[in-house]
């Protein structure tokens, strides 16, 4: 009798999992980032994850490398955001393995999720290109172990864009050397007609 309950509760389980969006997030979830698994609450905050871009800068169409570090996972919702606005923002190129584009914001590609609850882990690489208009990002993510056990919130360290003012301090470099530059040249010119004259 304890056997057939036991299948029974296991069969329950495997089947709950499976028809609470194993093939992906909603698009429901693209705001709050929480998963629809029927009022199970996310676990709490510090995740045993961190996202980790590959730089701590961006320029405009230069692709960004980005990591889920922690224990291997199957559920994944990731995004790109800046400042206080809930829209997904950026481009995220080709899925890796077990994952697809979720249109958020209006942006076919404007987060990933799993396609499936096949394992992820540290050497699923996520990649994104900034937009023109974004002078700062995060990348945000709810990780989901499995149904019941999910974190939202695994939030990057903010990312800034690179670029601005180089040229001005290139400017200014190149005028602290020509000055000096110059007077030397002034000063030898000088001692090349004084010795010519008193030849």
């Known amino acids: 009798m304890m056997d057939a309950v036991f299948f029974g509760a296991v069969v329950v389980q495997v089947l709950t999992s499976a028809l609470c969006f194993p093939n992906g997030a909603p698009t429901s ?3 709050d980032m929480m998963p629809r698994h029927g ?16 730089n701590t800068t961006f320029q405009t169409g230069t692709p960004i490398t980005v990591v889920i570090k922690g224990p291997d996972y199957g559920g994944v ?17 080709t899925p890796p393995t077990n994952t697809k584009f979720l249109a ?14 096949n394992i992820k ?29 999910f974190w939202v919130n695994v939030k990057s360290p903010t990312l800034t864009q690179s670029g601005g003012g180089t040229s001005l301090d290139v400017n200014s470099s190149a005028e602290r050397i020509a000055t000096p530059v110059l007077m030397l040249l002034v000063v030898l010119l000088a001692n090349v007609q004084c010795f010519a004259a008193s030849q």
């Not at 199970?40 to 961190?50: F, G, K, M, R, V």
């Open 29 to 31: 979830a693209c705001v």
């Open 39 to 54: 009022g199970t609450l996310p676990q709490p905050n510090p995740a045993p994850y961190t996202i980790q871009p590959s």
């Open 104 to 117: 958020c914001s209006g942006n076919q590609q404007g987060a990933i999720t799993h396609a499936n609850i």
């Open 77 to 93: 919702l990731l995004e790109a955001r800046s400042g206080s606005d809930t829209n997904a923002i950026g481009t995220w190129q």
């Open 121 to 149: 882990n540290n050497s699923t690489l996520y990649t994104w290109i900034p937009p023109a208009t974004a002078k700062s990002v995060f990348f945000m993510a709810t990780v989901a172990q499995q149904r019941t056990v």
